[in-house]
């Protein structure tokens, strides 16, 4: 969760509810936010001037945040919405959160080593119309 330089951590960034979402990782998400804040990295968020962070989820290994973020990176964007709004439902910038672990900013947890958020429900499965075969026969 903490490397030698960091938080470990996937995470997103966005300008506003419901607006444009990026979806990152970083072995030191603190740095790494005050780069976007701060315009430091050019793309996507600097562009959309995406600079609240919405959501994140730490990791033990950098592996694990790769890996967690290119599965965020597939998802539909009303599931990114769900899962941003699960932990997080007015779109609060949590970064003072991060520099600052006495800021209130995720409900009843003042502690972002203690944060979890819930993963988003699946969508539900449609039924198959009456007759329809997926084999053709």
Do not use: C
């Not at 780069?35 to 562009?47: F, L, M, Q």
């Not at 709004?85 to 609060?92: F, I, L, S, T």
């Not at 409900?107 to 053709?136: I, S």
């Amino acid at each position: 969760m903490v490397s030698r330089d960091g938080v470990i951590a996937a995470y997103m960034m966005a300008n506003r509810r419901h607006g444009a979402i990026y979806i990152g990782v970083s072995g030191n998400l603190i740095l790494r936010v005050q780069d976007h804040r701060e315009g430091r990295v050019d793309g996507h968020t600097k562009t959309y001037g995406l600079k609240r962070l919405v959501w994140f989820q730490p990791h033990e290994l950098m592996t694990e945040a790769i890996r967690h973020e290119k599965r965020l990176k597939r998802y539909l964007r009303d599931w990114k919405i769900n899962l941003i709004e699960r932990a997080n439902p007015d779109w609060a910038d949590l970064y003072p959160g991060l520099i600052d672990p006495g800021v209130a900013w995720q409900g009843d947890h003042n502690d972002w080593r203690d944060w979890r958020p819930r993963a988003p429900d699946p969508p539900k499965r449609r039924a198959l119309p009456k007759g329809w075969n997926p084999e053709g026969e």
